[in-house]
Nanobody, 116 residues
Framework: QVQLVESGGALVQPGGSLRLSCAAS????????MAWYRQAPGKEREFVGQIRWSGGTTDYGDSVKGRFTISRELRKYTVYLQMNSLKPEDTAVYYCNANILSRELWGQGTQVTVAS
């Protein structure tokens, strides 16, 4: 059983930075990639970005390109989301996602609030 645990969510002022972490534990064989999604109140879940586990290729949603960066730490099976120049519209619950042998797994989410 694989578990994903996110951390790092907080209240931050506009223009600030925050780094989220997602650690995978358990039987992780066959990990293809990990991703971040977010969901704001009353809105659908939105793709933020992803990273392939082998090679580290990244891809981002248009709303975060140039501001957010995804990285990974191979030995710890951990993925990070560095968020810079945060805006109030970045406020959401951020979810970690892992693709393991074509199965999609989700973390419990971590709240990010951008406000003065």
């Amino acid at each position: 059983q694989v578990q994903l645990v996110e951390s790092g969510g907080a209240l931050v002022q506009p223009g600030g930075s925050l780094r989220l972490s997602c650690a995978a534990s358990g039987r992780i064989s066959g990990l293809y990639g990990m991703a971040w999604y977010r969901q704001a109140p009353g809105k659908e879940r939105e793709f933020v970005g992803q990273i392939r586990w082998s090679g580290g290729t990244t891809d981002y949603g248009d709303s975060v390109k140039g501001r957010f960066t995804i990285s990974r730490e191979l030995r710890k099976y951990t993925v990070y989301l560095q968020m810079n120049s945060l805006k109030p519209e970045d406020t959401a619950v951020y979810y970690c996602n892992a693709n393991i042998l074509s199965r999609e797994l989700w973390g419990q989410g971590t709240q990010v609030t951008v406000a003065s």
